[in-house]
C-alpha cells in the first residue's frame, strides 16, 4: 500500500525551530518529486518546498522555495530511510498551517505547483507564544 505519513508537528514559539518528517512506504521516494504544502485557515493550500526526483542519487539535486520561507526552511531527503525531511527554522506565527507531503515523479515546478499523485494526511504546526 502506498503510504505518506508526516511527522513532528507540534506547538512551538515564534523563533524556535521544528523538522517536519515525510516517511514513505509501499514504494522508492528517491524517484519521485517531493513537496511540501501547507494550508492555513481560509486559505488556499500553496507550495512550501519542492526537492527534485534523486533515482537513487544519480541525479543533481534541484530545490525550490516559496519566497515566504527562503533563507528559513530547508529540505532534503535520506534515501536510506526514504524520508524526506523539511527543516523549519525562524518560525512566525505566520507558519500556522496544517503541512502536508505529497509525491509525483515530475519536475520540482510541476509538484510544487500542485501536481501530486499521493497526499499524506498532514500535521498541524502552530507557532504562538
Known amino acids: 500500500q502506498v503510504q505518506l505519513v508526516e511527522s513532528g508537528g507540534g506547538l512551538v514559539q515564534p523563533g524556535g525551530s521544528l523538522r517536519l518528517s515525510c516517511a514513505a512506504s509501499?514504494?522508492?521516494?528517491?524517484?519521485?518529486?517531493v513537496g511540501w504544502f501547507r494550508q492555513a485557515p481560509g486559505k488556499e493550500r500553496e507550495g512550501v518546498s519542492c526537492?527534485?526526483?534523486?533515482?537513487?542519487?544519480?541525479?543533481?539535486?534541484?530545490?525550490y522555495y516559496v519566497d515566504s520561507v527562503k533563507g528559513r526552511f530547508t529540505i532534503s531527503r535520506d534515501i536510506a530511510k526514504n524520508t524526506v525531511y523539511l527543516q523549519m527554522d525562524s518560525l512566525k506565527p505566520t507558519d500556522t498551517a496544517v503541512y502536508y507531503c505529497?509525491?509525483?515523479?515530475?519536475?520540482?515546478?510541476?509538484?510544487?505547483?500542485?501536481?501530486?499523485?499521493?497526499w499524506g494526511e498532514g500535521t498541524l504546526i502552530t507557532v504562538s507564544s
Open positions: 505529497a509525491a509525483r515523479r515530475t519536475t520540482v515546478q510541476a509538484i510544487c505547483a500542485g501536481a501530486v499523485d499521493y
Open positions: 509501499g514504494f522508492s521516494l528517491d524517484y519521485y518529486a
Open positions: 526537492i527534485s526526483v534523486s533515482d537513487g542519487g544519480s541525479r543533481d539535486e534541484s530545490t
